[in-house]
C-alpha cells in the first residue's frame, strides 16, 4: 500500500481520503485481517492461551479501522502485547509453527493479500507494521495537522522526536532483515509481497537513516555554532544512504505502483543529498588561495545548481506518481539551499571568469569525501515469551475416543 493512505490513515474508512502530504515516506501498511485460532490449537494449548491470542490479534485489527494517525502508538502497544504471546507459536519446542494460517490485507484496497501458515511470517508481518507505523509517526511529527497549512514544522524538539522515531523504525526493519527473514524458508519468501522481500526492506531500513541523517542536517543549518564541515559531511553521509537505498530498490525487478513512488521518492532525496553535498564541498573549497581551489569551487557550485533543478523535477515527478501526494514547501536545510546555491553560483562565476576562461577541464567535478555513516538503527530486541507458554503448567481437557465396546452397551 502506498503512502497516499498511509501518512493519514492507520485504518482503511475512504470517506477521509485526501490527497496527502508527505515529508517522511511510508512506503506500505499491511494489517491482520479477523480471525479464530481455536479450530487449529483446540487440544493443544490451554483455551485461555487461545483466546488471549486472538483477542490480541483481532484488537489490532479493530484499531487500524481508526481514521486518525493519532491510533498509531496504541496499535504499536497492542502490537508488543501481541509479540510476546507470538514467539510461544515460533518455538521449536512446541511445534505450532505451521498450524495456523495467518491472514493479511493490504491498507489500501482492504482486500486480503497474502494467507500464510506460518507463524515466523507473521512475525515479520507484526514488526514489519511496527516499522511502518513508527514512520507514520515521524512523519506526523514533522506535519502535525495537514488541512490547515502546507508548511513543516521546523521546531528543534519535533525535528529531534523524528530523528528518535526514524532510528527506531530502522531498529525493526533491521531486525527483520537479520533475525526473521533468515528464518522463513525459500518457498514462503517467493509468494512474499513486494515489500516484505529483502531488498524492499532494506532500502526502506536505509531510508530511514537517510530521513534522519536529513533532519539531523536540518538542525545543523539552523544552528549558528555548526561549521561547515559538519554540514558538509551531515550532507554526504545522506548521499550514501540514499544512493545505497536507491540501489537495493533499484535491484526489485517486480516493482508494483507503489514501488515505483517509493524508488521516485528515494531519486528525490538522493537528488537533494547530492545538491547540498556539493553546495558545502564548494564552500570549503573555495577556501583555498590556489586558483584550482576556487575553479573546483565554482564546478561545485555548477553542478550543485543543475542538481539542484533535477531534484525539484524529481519531486514533481515524485508528487504525480501514483498515488497522487503533495510535498510541503522547502523546509530545513532545502529551505536554505534553494536561495543560496543559485547566489552562490552566479556570484562565484563571475568573480573566477577570468580563471574559467582559462580551465580547459571544467567537465570533471571534484570528487566528494568519503565518510563513516553515523546514524545506526536502535537496536530491537524481541520481548520475552509470555509466562503462559510454561506448558509444564496447562491444564488441557483430555478428549479419548469411545472404544467399540462403549458403543455396543449403548
Given at each position: 500500500?502506498?503512502?497516499?493512505?498511509?501518512?493519514?490513515?492507520?485504518?482503511?474508512?475512504?470517506?477521509?481520503?485526501?490527497?496527502?502530504?508527505?515529508?517522511?515516506?511510508?512506503?506500505?501498511?499491511?494489517?491482520?485481517?479477523?480471525?479464530?485460532?481455536?479450530?487449529?490449537?483446540?487440544?493443544?494449548?490451554?483455551?485461555?492461551?487461545?483466546?488471549?491470542?486472538?483477542?490480541?490479534?483481532?484488537?489490532?485489527?479493530?484499531?487500524?479501522?481508526?481514521?486518525?494517525?493519532?491510533?498509531?502508538?496504541?496499535?504499536?502497544?497492542?502490537?508488543?502485547?501481541?509479540?510476546?504471546?507470538?514467539?510461544?507459536?515460533?518455538?521449536?519446542?512446541?511445534?505450532?509453527?505451521?498450524?495456523?494460517?495467518?491472514?493479511?490485507?493490504?491498507?489500501?484496497?482492504?482486500?486480503?493479500?497474502?494467507?500464510?501458515?506460518?507463524?515466523?511470517?507473521?512475525?515479520?508481518?507484526?514488526?514489519?507494521?511496527?516499522?511502518?507505523?513508527?514512520?507514520?509517526?515521524?512523519?506526523?511529527?514533522?506535519?502535525?495537522?495537514?488541512?490547515?497549512?502546507?508548511?513543516?514544522?521546523?521546531?528543534?524538539?519535533?525535528?529531534?522526536?523524528?530523528?528518535?522515531?526514524?532510528?527506531?523504525?530502522?531498529?525493526?526493519?533491521?531486525?527483520?532483515?537479520?533475525?526473521?527473514?533468515?528464518?522463513?524458508?525459500?518457498?514462503?519468501?517467493?509468494?512474499?509481497?513486494?515489500?516484505?522481500?529483502?531488498?524492499?526492506?532494506?532500502?526502506?531500513?536505509?531510508?530511514?537513516?537517510?530521513?534522519?541523517?536529513?533532519?539531523?542536517?536540518?538542525?545543523?543549518?539552523?544552528?549558528?555554532?555548526?561549521?561547515?564541515?559538519?554540514?558538509?559531511?551531515?550532507?554526504?553521509?545522506?548521499?550514501?544512504?540514499?544512493?545505497?537505498?536507491?540501489?537495493?530498490?533499484?535491484?526489485?525487478?517486480?516493482?508494483?505502483?507503489?514501488?515505483?513512488?517509493?524508488?521516485?521518492?528515494?531519486?528525490?532525496?538522493?537528488?537533494?543529498?547530492?545538491?547540498?553535498?556539493?553546495?558545502?564541498?564548494?564552500?570549503?573549497?573555495?577556501?583555498?588561495?590556489?586558483?584550482?581551489?576556487?575553479?573546483?569551487?565554482?564546478?561545485?557550485?555548477?553542478?550543485?545548481?543543475?542538481?539542484?533543478?533535477?531534484?525539484?523535477?524529481?519531486?514533481?515527478?515524485?508528487?504525480?506518481?501514483?498515488?497522487?501526494?503533495?510535498?510541503?514547501?522547502?523546509?530545513?536545510?532545502?529551505?536554505?539551499?534553494?536561495?543560496?546555491?543559485?547566489?552562490?553560483?552566479?556570484?562565484k562565476s563571475q568573480m573566477y571568469a577570468y580563471l574559467l576562461e582559462e580551465e580547459k577541464s571544467l567537465d570533471v567535478l571534484p570528487e566528494l569525501p568519503d565518510f563513516e555513516l553515523s546514524l545506526k538503527a536502535d537496536e530491537f530486541q524481541m520481548p520475552d515469551k509470555d509466562a503462559a507458554w510454561e506448558n509444564e503448567k496447562w491444564k488441557i481437557p483430555s478428549q479419548t475416543l469411545k472404544t467399540d465396546d462403549e458403543e455396543d452397551d449403548k
Amino acid at each position: 500500500m502506498g503512502c497516499a493512505v498511509s501518512v493519514y490513515r492507520v485504518g482503511g474508512n475512504k470517506k477521509q481520503m485526501k490527497i496527502p502530504m508527505v515529508t517522511v515516506f511510508v512506503p506500505s501498511v499491511r494489517v491482520p485481517v479477523n480471525s479464530s485460532f481455536q479450530k487449529s490449537l483446540k487440544g493443544v494449548v490451554p483455551k485461555e492461551l487461545i483466546d488471549r491470542l486472538t483477542s490480541f490479534r483481532n484488537q489490532i485489527a479493530l484499531l487500524t479501522q481508526q481514521t486518525d494517525v493519532s491510533a498509531a502508538p496504541e496499535v504499536l502497544r497492542a502490537l508488543e502485547e501481541y509479540l510476546s504471546l507470538l514467539v510461544g507459536l515460533t518455538d521449536q519446542e512446541f511445534g505450532f509453527r505451521e498450524l495456523i494460517e495467518f491472514k493479511w490485507k493490504s491498507l489500501d484496497d482492504g482486500r486480503q493479500d497474502i494467507s500464510v501458515a506460518d507463524s515466523w511470517f507473521e512475525l515479520l508481518s507484526v514488526v514489519h507494521m511496527m516499522a511502518m507505523l513508527t514512520l507514520m509517526e515521524a512523519n506526523s511529527k514533522l506535519i502535525p495537522d495537514q488541512t490547515v497549512s502546507s508548511e513543516t514544522v521546523e521546531s528543534t524538539d519535533d525535528i529531534g522526536s523524528a530523528v528518535d522515531l526514524l532510528v527506531k523504525a530502522a531498529g525493526y526493519l533491521q531486525f527483520c532483515l537479520r533475525e526473521i527473514l533468515v528464518q522463513i524458508p525459500p518457498h514462503i519468501k517467493m509468494k512474499l509481497p513486494v515489500d516484505l522481500q529483502e531488498n524492499v526492506l532494506e532500502a526502506t531500513y536505509i531510508q530511514a537513516l537517510g530521513q534522519g541523517t536529513e533532519m539531523q542536517l536540518a538542525s545543523a543549518v539552523g544552528c549558528k555554532n555548526a561549521t561547515l564541515s559538519v554540514k558538509r559531511r551531515l550532507a554526504c553521509e545522506q548521499l550514501s544512504y540514499f544512493s545505497q537505498a536507491h540501489y537495493c530498490l533499484s535491484t526489485c525487478d517486480n516493482l508494483n505502483g507503489y514501488g515505483k513512488k517509493h524508488l521516485s521518492f528515494i531519486k528525490w532525496k538522493f537528488l537533494e543529498a547530492k545538491a547540498a553535498a556539493y553546495y558545502y564541498h564548494g564552500l570549503i573549497t573555495d577556501k583555498g588561495t590556489e586558483p584550482s581551489r576556487h575553479i573546483n569551487a565554482v564546478c561545485c557550485f555548477l553542478a550543485a545548481e543543475e542538481i539542484l533543478t533535477e531534484s525539484k523535477k524529481a519531486c514533481l515527478n515524485f508528487c504525480l506518481t501514483a498515488p497522487i501526494t503533495r510535498a510541503p514547501t522547502a523546509w530545513g536545510a532545502m529551505k536554505h539551499l534553494n536561495k543560496k546555491i543559485p547566489e552562490t553560483a552566479a556570484k562565484k562565476s563571475q568573480m573566477y571568469a577570468y580563471l574559467l576562461e582559462e580551465e580547459k577541464s571544467l567537465d570533471v567535478l571534484p570528487e566528494l569525501p568519503d565518510f563513516e555513516l553515523s546514524l545506526k538503527a536502535d537496536e530491537f530486541q524481541m520481548p520475552d515469551k509470555d509466562a503462559a507458554w510454561e506448558n509444564e503448567k496447562w491444564k488441557i481437557p483430555s478428549q479419548t475416543l469411545k472404544t467399540d465396546d462403549e458403543e455396543d452397551d449403548k
